[in-house]
């Protein structure tokens, strides 16, 4: 079975500019979550979606938002990049529930310059 | 606010010495997941914890979810160069009120190195 993937897997924007990263899950999975890693704070969690729907949402500002497909894809979106919006971003999917363990993909390396 | 702390941030041993990494949250935990991330790479889930008390085994991972749900621990017997990486715990904190309620939180991560 394959794994999580995120396209792309590296990013150079400037900022002000916004952009799209995209997940596709395990095949099967219907949760899909993403979180942001940055050596100053770690992972922290943006939002989950579940059947199309956003579930939960992390404290993070308005200009980071996302979507799920119906075919459980999900895309987030960052507008008005700042230079510390630069980090790894993790996509995760889980079978059905938020309490069954989350496969991670590669991630995303988004660089604002 | 509710935050899941760890300790160490970082952990250096030499090949062959036992390593521990302390999990604690300010609130109680539903459950609690432990990962490992090699340098590099993306988390990979190594367990998951649910009963209070609980002592899951995984060869030389010793893995321990506290009696009031409150904190875990990972414990690494005889450490090995494979063992390199960041250790992270991760858990649903039990509060159905709360604004924190189904979001996935981790610790900081403890970062192991091993020395030959």
């Known amino acids: 079975k394959a794994g999580v993937t995120q396209t792309p897997r590296y990013l150079i924007k400037t900022r002000g500019q916004q952009v799209t990263l995209s997940c596709s899950p395990i095949?099967?999975?219907?949760?899909v979550s993403w979180y942001q890693q940055t050596p100053g704070q770690g992972l922290q969690f943006l939002f989950e979606?579940?059947?199309?729907?956003?579930?939960n949402k992390g404290n993070f500002p308005g200009r980071f938002s996302g979507r799920q497909f119906s075919n459980s894809r999900s895309e987030m979106n960052v507008s008005t990049l700042e230079l510390g919006d630069s980090a790894l971003y993790l996509c995760?999917?889980?079978?059905?529930?938020?309490?069954?363990?989350?496969?991670f993909g590669p991630g995303t390396r988004l660089t604002v310059t | 606010g509710q935050q899941v702390m760890q300790i160490p941030q970082y952990q250096h041993v030499q090949e062959g010495e036992d390593f521990t990494t302390y999990c604690n949250s300010s609130t109680t935990l539903s459950n609690i997941q432990w990962y490992k991330q090699r340098p590099g790479g993306h988390p990979v889930f190594l367990i998951q914890?649910?009963?209070?008390?609980e002592v899951k085994k995984q060869k030389r991972l010793t893995f321990q979810f506290g009696e009031a749900k409150k904190n875990s621990s990972l414990h690494i017997t005889a450490t090995q160069t494979t063992d390199v990486g960041t250790y992270f715990c991760?858990?649903?904190?039990?509060?159905?009120?709360?604004?924190?309620?189904?979001?996935?939180?981790f610790g900081q991560g403890t970062i192991l190195t091993v020395h030959p």
């Open positions: 914890l649910v009963k209070s008390g």
């Open positions: 991760a858990g649903y904190l039990d509060n159905a009120g709360g604004t924190s309620y189904g979001k996935l939180t």
């Open positions: 995760a999917s889980s079978w059905v529930s938020r309490t069954y363990e989350q496969y």
């Open positions: 095949s099967g999975h219907r949760s």
């Open positions: 979606y579940f059947s199309e729907t956003q579930r």
